[in-house]
Every structure is written in structure tokens, then in C-alpha cells.
């Protein structure tokens, strides 16, 4: 295979779908200032949820029993990147439309499928994925959280950590050991864990920049009923690995610092000089490009394959493409960061600054997607 | 969906550049010799024409499909001017030129290079100079000039005009580019029969050194697949500590990089074929040669780290590809060029007219 071909974007019309989007946007964004619209796909908003969802932009792909809308992967990406440009805030409901609901779609229960799913799609239901741990953050098999079985269901106990929003979701997908600690891979599975479950405690873990977001959460002898297993039992791994070429490709994987890009155009004004002109120009097209790279591979997941080594080198490339954005800005711009600028600049420079270094570790640190790479490339 | 007899096309030429193309044609042409046996086993396959239309003596192939052939020229590192001839005879076709057969190439390439034609006597005079032809001293040359007083009824003054000079017929100052690839500076005072000039419609110098500068990243795309093969299979077989460097950590981690670089050109070279099909648009062309510039810089400094010493010798073939990186990124527009001419569109739209920039494009 010719790994480093992508094949062209599904040639679907959208333009009158990207027309709605933007006009839902530009009404409910009026008033949205640039530093908050810079929070990209962190800001969270359940009534801005609810209403995307009455619109039917969440769960666009799905079946229509579940309270989908069956379009098409390229209708649910042009919806996606409108909002991440935009600075909308989607992450009430961004989890839940990228991979929990796909995932429940693919190895849910006809029962899980009819309770869950219709409740997201009308913004009404809420996800964080539980996969890291104290122990095990990029060696993910190492997880150590446990799920016994006993009578009925299974008892629950262990950590996890950076687990987005907890704090405001209803389900957690959770990925634990079932199995021998030496079966690495195949003692694991995957369960659909409702937050409310007595045993499980959320604690803040607030980020560099002070804001909470990440979250421990601790399940002591949480029980969960049989019916919450996801999947087949022993199957997580597999299971986890196939979300994560939808958590790895899509445009939230290049558009994170946009806004600060939005604002640097706005700072140079019409007639910069010619090297903020080459600056601006060269950015815009690593961004033709990625998107370019990006829609190939949601026409691939459109396809039912498996681009997950081709989702590994659009976050690789993406994730460098947002974190150079700042260095570059603040080298055209004379301003200081400062989060309590009233200038928008500096607002969204400082915004984008504390926020940069999360984004090559997040979905999978560069240093892993790059081993996936090698892999692919026949080196490991 | 590629089309079968596009499948065919490319499957042949790849056999034929497989064939043709080994390290001993590619020293042959750095030392200045013209392959013509190579060129001729070339234009048998009719690759010249593959840019022509159906009506005007082509095979009717999509302009995408057509142009994958000069990314599989960049991957054989061909030392011939295929792509040049491939443009050239569309040019001359949408101009309504006949096709004279044989190597062609275009100017002017340089975007400050200026030539005119004025009628004289019955028929034309072309005049001025045009810097780094690519091929200038062998091949018939498909000019681009804007008609200057007096202009006769052959068409408005300051309209673009296709001119055909056959070889020879300007007074040329050799030069090459890294690789050594023929790049000649031709100076024209050159009486030309009338029937060898026609208007241009839709493309004029600017055109074409867009039309230049999406073939080149094309090739670079090809180029850059080349040098992820080559890189990967050394890695696999050069032993050191007692096994292959690529199972060190720090080698993987480069060529991930690599290939990241690869894809990102890969993808920047369809975008610039798929703009050239749909008549040229200029933003898609432009980011398409930064991008696939900057790739060939960082993918070209990753091979040759990973080659080590080895990569560094004649003897060893990566440089006929990294050469070519080095020399094609700067030709018909750097990253600067095209950059600035990206940022002052930004500029233009505005910071909220970026995103729709960025989807239109």
C-alpha cells in the first residue's frame, strides 16, 4: 500500500449546508469574544448542544432509528470544521458524536443503541472517554482500573485521569482490565459506565492555565449492571483502537489555534509587509493543505476502511502546524500575552500559549503517533 | 476513481521509466549528454501528448490523470523535459498551433523576464531575453509574449501571444540547476513565419508560471515518495550495534517525520492538478508549491541524515532526488513568492474572510 496517498475528498455538494451552518453560527456567536471562541472545541455550552442537536449536526452519519440523519461523512466534516472556525462551543457534545456514539452504534447492544443514542443527537446527552490512568497514559494496555464480575454485573475499581469534563457528562465510556494483567491486550474491555453510579467520585484537576477541565475519577466498588458491558467481553482493545482513527483525523486536530490566526490576520490589516504577508501565506497553506489530507480521510471512514496510520500523520502534521501558530504570531505582532487584555490579541496570544502543549499529547502523544508511523512504514 | 486506460498509462510508463531511467542514463545526462534514445522511447508512448485534448491530436485524457505521470517522472528522477513538452503541447494546442514533435519547453519561466512580438515583414519579431529555460539548448521553445505596436490586425496590443521557436534559434547561454539539469538563458532577435503564432487565450506569462509551478510541485510530490522508499529501505538494511538503524527509536522518529513531510506534499500536488484541471486558480497553485517546497527541505535534510556518509557519495542515487528537491522548490516561484502572494489575498479577505478563503480554495 501507498501509505502516503490520500485519496481525493468524496466529491459531495455541501455548499448549501455550509451556507446554514454559517448563518446558525453567526447569530449564535454574535456576541462571543475572540479569547473565548479561542477556547476551540474546550468550550462547553449544553444549551448551544441542545441546539446544534435540534438543528441535526449531532449524529449527522447515524441511522435514522437512533435519531441520526444519515448524511454523509463529508456533510457531518463541513458542519464540524464551520463550528471549530468559528470558536463555537462544542464540547458538550463533541465526545459523544465523534467516537462514543459511533462506538455504540458499532458494538452497543440493540437496547444500549435505542436508550443512548437518540438522546445524544438531540444535545441532550453527554460523554467523556475514560481511558487514561495515573500509571498508564500513552501505554494504554497497562491499564490497571479492574471490572470483576459478580452477581448481575461487574464491581469496579480503579483511577482515571485527565478524563475532559466528567464534571458536566452523564456517560462515560470506560476502558478497563477484565482479565489477566499478562493478557495485555485481550484482558480488557469496554463499558457504557452512567456517572450517577453510586462509587464513582469526580475530583477537579485544573490545567496549567487554571481552568478546570481534566478530571480524576475514582471508582470504588462501583457496580455496574451486566447490561453496561460494551462490546464483547475481552474485545477493549480492539474495540479502542478502532475510535481512535475517529479521534485522531478530524479537523479538531488542526484547527485548535485558528482563532489566533483569525486575530493575526486582523492585527497585520490590509497591507502588511512583505515578510507577515510570506508568514500569513505560508500558514494558510500548510491549513489548505491539512484540510485537504484531513476530509481524505473522513471520505475513508465514509468507505468503512481503517485509515488509522493516515489519521496517525494528519494529527502528527496538524498538531505542529497549531502549536507553531503562537511563535509565529507573537513574531509579527509586538503585544504580550495577557489573558486579561481587552486587546483581542494579546487575549487570544495568551489563551493560545497555556494551551499549545496539550495538543500533541492529547488523542495520542507525537512520540506514539510517530511509532505508528514507523510501523506502518514496515520499520517496527 | 482513476480511469482504466489512465491505470495503463501510468502501469506502462512506469515499466518504460523503470527500463529507461537507472543511475548510468541519470550520470550520462548531469555530464551534459541528451538521452535522446530515452526521449524518443518516451514520445513513442505518446507521454508528450498526454496534456493535449482529444480534438487537437491528445487521447483524451482527465488533466489530473495526465498529470500523475510527471509525479512518476519525479519519482524516476527522469532527466528529460517531459513536463515541459507535456505543457508546452497543450499550450500550443489551445493556441491552435500545430504540434511540431520533438523535446519543447516554455518561456518566459522567470517572472521578470519580458518578451515581446511585433509584426515584421509578413511575419513576427521576437525580442528579449528569458533567464533559466528549462532545456533551452535542446528544445524547440513555446514562448508566451505579449504583441507590442504594431500589433496589425492580428490581435488587440498587450494581448498574450504562443509563439513556436524552433531549437537553436536564439543565442543561448548554458546553465543548470543543482541537479544539473539543463536551465539556459535565451536570447531572442528571431524572425518567425506567421503561421507559428497565434493569440493564447487564458494564458499569458502569469499563467503560465503558475502552470510552471503546479507541474513542479507534482514532480516534487513524486520526488519525495521516492526519497521515503529509499530512505525506509536503507534504514532496513544498514546494520549498526548489531541490528538494522531502523529499529532505533531516533531513526523511526525521523522517518515518521518524513513521511508525514511525503503525505503533506503528496496531497499539495493533487490539490495543484486538481486546480489546474479546473482552469488554473491561483491560491491552490500557490500553496501547493510552498508546501511541497518546505516538505522537500525537511524530507531531503531526513534522508540524507539517515543515509549517513553513504548518501553523501555520487556514487549513491539519493542526490539525484534530493538535487532536484533543491533546485525544483525554487523554480516558477520559492516559498516567498508564493507566500506573499497568499498573504496579500488574506490580507484583501480580511480576518473573517480567511476561513471562506480557505474553503473556496
Known sequence: MDLIAFPPPPDTDVEGLRAEVRAFLAEELATRRPQDRSRSWSGFDADFSRRVGQRGWIGMTWPKRYGGHERSALERYVVLEEMLAAGAPVAAHWFADRQSGPLLLKVGTEEQRQAILPRITAGECFFCIGMSEPDSGSDLAAVRTRAVPVDGGFVVNGTKLWTTYAHHADYMILFCRTGSADDRHGGTSQFLVDLKTPGIAIRPIADLAGEHHFNEVVFEDAFLPATALLGQLGDGWNQVVGELAFERSGPERFLSSFTLLVELVRALGPSPSDHAAAAVGRLTAHLLVLRRLSRSVAGMLQMGENPALQASLVKDLGAIFEQEIPDIARQLVDAEPSQQSTRDFSAVLAHTILNVPSFSLRGGTREILRGIIARGLGLR | ?361
Not at chain 2, 25 to 50: C, F, K, T, Y
Not at chain 2, 175 to 194: C, G, I, M, Q
Not at chain 2, 234 to 239: G, K, Q
Open chain 2, 1 to 361: 476513481m482513476v480511469s482504466d486506460t489512465s491505470q495503463i498509462l501510468v502501469d506502462t510508463a512506469t515499466r518504460l521509466f523503470e527500463e529507461q531511467f537507472t543511475a548510468r542514463q541519470r550520470v550520462a545526462a548531469e555530464s551534459g549528454q541528451w538521452l535522446d534514445a530515452q526521449w524518443q522511447a518516451v514520445e513513442d508512448m505518446g507521454l508528450p501528448l498526454a496534456l493535449v485534448p482529444e480534438e487537437a491530436g491528445g487521447f483524451g485524457l482527465p488533466v489530473v490523470e495526465a498529470l500523475d505521470l510527471i509525479r512518476l517522472a519525479g519519482a524516476f528522477a527522469v532527466p528529460l523535459p517531459l513536463a515541459e513538452t507535456m505543457l508546452a503541447n497543450r499550450i500550443l494546442a489551445n493556441a491552435g498551433l500545430e504540434l511540431p514533435g520533438g523535446p519543447l519547453t516554455l518561456a518566459p519561466v522567470r517572472p521578470d523576464d519580458r518578451l515581446t512580438l511585433a509584426r515584421r515583414d509578413g511575419g513576427w519579431l521576437l525580442s528579449g531575453t528569458a533567464h533559466r529555460v528549462p532545456w533551452g539548448r535542446v528544445a524547440a521553445t513555446v514562448v508566451l509574449a505579449r504583441c507590442e505596436d504594431p500589433c496589425g490586425d492580428a490581435g488587440q496590443d498587450g494581448q498574450s501571444f504562443a509563439a513556436l521557436v524552433p531549437a537553436g534559434q536564439a543565442d543561448t547561454a548554458p546553465d543548470v540547476n543543482l541537479a544539473k539539469e539543463p536551465r539556459d538563458s535565451l536570447r531572442f532577435e528571431t524572425l518567425l513565419p506567421a503561421e507559428s503564432v497565434a493569440p493564447s487565450p487564458g494564458i499569458a506569462p502569469a499563467e503560465l508560471h503558475a502552470l510552471g509551478a503546479a507541474v513542479r510541485s507534482i514532480a516534487m510530490a513524486g520526488a519525495l515518495g521516492r526519497v521515503l522508499a529509499m530512505t525506509t529501505a536503507y534504514a532496513n538494511e544498514r546494520s549498526q550495534f548489531g541490528r538494522p538503524i531502523g529499529k532505533f527509536q531516533a531513526i523511526q522518529q525521523h522517518l515518521a517525520v518524513l513521511a508525514g513531510q511525503a503525505a503533506a506534499a503528496r496531497a499539495a500536488g493533487d490539490i495543484a492538478a486538481e486546480a489546474v484541471a479546473q482552469g488554473g486558480s491561483l491560491l491552490p497553485i500557490a500553496a501547493a508549491k510552498l508546501r511541497c517546497g518546505e516538505a522537500a527541505g525537511v524530507a531531503a535534510a531526513i534522508a540524507h541524515q539517515v543515509h549517513g556518509a553513504m548518501g553523501f557519495t555520487h556514487e549513491h542515487s539519493l542526490h539525484f532526488f534530493t538535487k532536484r528537491l533543491w533546485s525544483w522548490r525554487d523554480e516558477f516561484g520559492g516559498d516567498g513568492e508564493w507566500g506573499r502572494l497568499i498573504g496579500r489575498e488574506v490580507a484583501r479577505a480580511g480576518a473573517d474572510g480567511l476561513w471562506p478563503l480557505v474553503t473556496a480554495a
